[in-house]
């Protein structure tokens, strides 16, 4: 870092590019920057505009960026490389600028590992369903097939999406209106990689009693706030594993990449649920 230091007059840019972005990864990320002391700074860039965010990234020198809805997936067509987990995952959310050249990786496959690992889940034996068919969805598959599972299902609103998605990653699809009771008992972990749960998502909420999980199952809320889901899930003894916990394992290693330094995890996490309980 000294070479850094004595280079630079300014800190290098780091930020985060979506639409109506929460402060969580500012808070975290700001955090770790201050806990070893880096000359960095984070912030966001609220646009629908992928392109744009990108090519002022590449113009302007920002040092790292990530991303979040819309453009983990968008940003593919301006990137120059990509790590194997985002060509396979085929969304970026992590985007780092080599001296002009845009590299794209993928930690949210990561985050899901984990997030799961923190609560003892091992895949072995056991059975999923993930609900949700966006680049969130593509993460927790590609996570989920380096766990071995016995079965991974894929359910989705739009079933075309679903299917595609499925056969893409070589795994069962089931009609979104066959999600019920009978076959959510059947399973070990369920994974919610839409934005149910969130206040404005905008549609209705999930087609199952919230109360159908109970003990010996796992509930992966992608979320990163409070959930009904996970609330229900916590009072009837199944294992929750809310968003907010993927949120930090998804920052640690995009913290790496950013400075080239080991992420101060206790530091980042503190920053992170502090900031996550001013959110209403
Ligand atoms: P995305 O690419 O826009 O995909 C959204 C998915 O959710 C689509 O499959 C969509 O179905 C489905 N969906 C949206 N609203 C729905 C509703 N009301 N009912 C049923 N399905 C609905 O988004 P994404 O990037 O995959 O992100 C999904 C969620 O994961 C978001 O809430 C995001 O914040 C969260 N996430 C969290 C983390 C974390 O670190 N915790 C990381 C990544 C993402 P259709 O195909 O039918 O539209």
Do not use: W
């Not at 593509?138 to 299902?153: G, M, N, P, T, V």
Request: glycine letters at 8%.
């Amino acid at each position: 870092m000294s070479s850094i230091n004595k280079q630079l007059a300014y800190p290098r840019v780091c930020g985060l590019l979506g639409v109506k972005p929460s402060r969580l990864s500012y808070a975290m990320h700001t955090a770790g920057f201050r806990e070893l002391g880096l000359p960095f700074t984070y912030t966001a860039f609220d646009t629908h505009n992928t392109q744009a965010g990108l090519v002022a990234m590449r113009e302007l020198g920002f040092c790292g960026l990530s991303l979040t809805i819309p453009h983990k997936e968008q940003a593919l067509q301006f990137i120059d490389q990509l790590s194997q987990e985002a060509r396979v995952i085929k969304a970026t959310n992590t985007v780092i600028n080599s001296q002009g050249l845009l590299l794209g990786h993928n930690t949210d496959c990561y985050g899901v590992t984990a997030a799961l690992e923190e609560v003892g889940f091992s895949g072995k034996g056991k059975r999923a369903l993930v609900f949700g068919a966006g680049g969130a969805s593509r993460a927790a598959i590609f996570a989920l097939k380096r766990l071995e599972l016995d079965s991974i299902l894929l359910t989705n609103r739009t079933e075309e999406k679903g299917h595609l998605l499925a056969k893409e990653c070589k795994i069962e699809f089931v009609p979104y209106g066959r999600v019920r009771e009978r076959l959510l008992e059947k399973i070990e972990l369920f994974v919610n990689a839409t934005p149910i749960g969130l206040p404005l998502s905008g549609g209705k909420g999930y087609p199952f009693s919230l109360d159908v999980f109970s003990s010996g199952q796992t509930v992966f809320d992608m979320v990163t706030r409070e959930t009904e889901l996970i609330e229900r899930v916590r009072q009837n003894g199944a294992t929750p594993v809310p968003g907010i916990r993927m949120l930090l394992y998804q920052a640690l290693p995009q913290f790496e990449l950013f400075t080239e330094q080991k992420a101060p995890k206790e530091a980042m996490e503190k920053a992170l649920l502090e900031e996550a309980a001013t959110v209403d």
